[in-house]
């Protein structure tokens, strides 16, 4: 059997703002996926495709925190478990802008004292957050009853309409509300500030859900740093390895089997609609990753499949072998045929 490779890369096609100020510089990318068959595909979001990828049964709302335990060597076991990451919400007059943990700096002693605060306060609600590292926390649900939105659809963006809603959304706002005073008399956050540091003042509630059962999939191998697709990789007992370099890809691409590969750095530009941080990483993937694995591919009977988590897929294999004749060369406006403005 040749080799699959499946590339599941949220933000390759946007959305973003102000398009046309990055469109004149992205030729790159647009030669790239002018040279592959484009097609419709029901996954619009990264949860449904990797349900499809993994052929998991689909639940009233996708499991991440569940997987995600899973993938930090921690066993969900029959409980439904939710996130409750620490966030940071930048208020005014009528709006609330999230930005997470990953541009906080939170140091690990700083979010074992919180975690020691919040379960102090919360004992006798008999909630308990159970912290894997300092940016990603969790709580087990006795139900899994709520609506909440994923904190990559939050980030960068006013969280007064997406926050939880269902049965119980009323227990938990209430919990949340208590949670925010809590952290803002926290010494912990006094020292933050001093130091230059923006405040833990939230938590934000979302990936509710219970561990799938295995799916059926062809997939032999993943590489990936993101929890989710990890944790995925260990429910089905599928080799999984941390992305390190495009050469272990291509070596992979000389062996039978199926590939998945989940690359995240454009995600975090599309979430704060900077197209000009989104070209640069967007420049970088095209350069080291993607041309060479598709060059690879070109030399071997393998097939690719690229995911952009937006109802597209692009494909190629050795009856799409790149054609320069084929090329469609920079045009005004051409970007706007692949990428999407919010």
């Known amino acids: 059997m040749p080799h699959k490779l499946s590339l599941v890369i949220p933000g390759l096609c946007g959305p973003l703002p102000e398009l046309d100020s990055v469109a004149s510089r992205a030729l790159p990318l647009l030669q790239l996926l002018n040279r592959l068959h484009r097609k419709k595909t029901a996954a619009t979001d990264c949860p449904a495709l990797l349900t499809t990828l993994f052929g998991l049964q689909r639940q009233a709302s996708f499991p991440y925190a569940a997987l995600a335990l899973l993938a930090h060597d921690r066993q969900p076991g029959e409980h439904g478990w939710m996130h409750a990451d620490p966030v940071f919400l930048q208020a005014d007059m009528d709006r609330a802008i999230l930005a997470d943990a990953r541009g906080l700096d939170i140091r690990p002693q700083e979010a074992e004292q919180l975690v020691e605060e919040l379960n102090a306060h919360f004992a006798e609600d008999g909630i308990a957050l159970v912290p894997v590292d300092a940016c990603n926390w969790f709580v087990r649900l006795d139900a899994c ?16 309409t997406l926050l939880p809603t269902g049965a119980s959304a009323a227990d938990w706002k209430r919990l949340l509300n208590e949670a925010q005073m809590l952290l803002h008399m926290s010494a912990v956050n006094e020292q933050r500030e001093n130091r230059g540091a923006q405040p833990v003042n939230s938590l934000w509630l979302w990936g509710q859900g219970m561990l799938p059962g295995k799916g059926s999939t062809d997939i032999t191998h993943v590489y990936s740093d993101d929890a989710v697709t990890t944790g995925l990789a260990k429910l089905h007992t599928i080799r999984h390895s941390a992305l390190t370099d495009p050469v272990v890809l291509a ?55 690229i995911y952009p988590c937006n109802g597209v897929r692009y494909h190629f294999n050795n009856n799409n072998k790149f054609n320069i004749s084929k090329l469609m060369f920079w045009k005004k406006g051409r970007l706007q045929n692949h990428v999407d403005s919010p």
């Open 145 to 160: 009853d709520l609506e909440t939105t994923p904190l990559a659809e939050a980030t960068g963006r006013n969280i007064n």
């Open 251 to 305: 070596y992979a691409m000389k062996q039978n089997g199926h590939s998945l590969v989940t690359m995240d750095q454009l995600q975090v530009p599309c979430q704060y609609g900077d197209s000009e941080a989104w070209l640069e990483e967007m420049l970088e993937l095209v350069a080291c990753w993607l041309e060479p694995l598709i060059t690879t591919a070109a030399s071997l009977d393998a097939e690719v499949n």
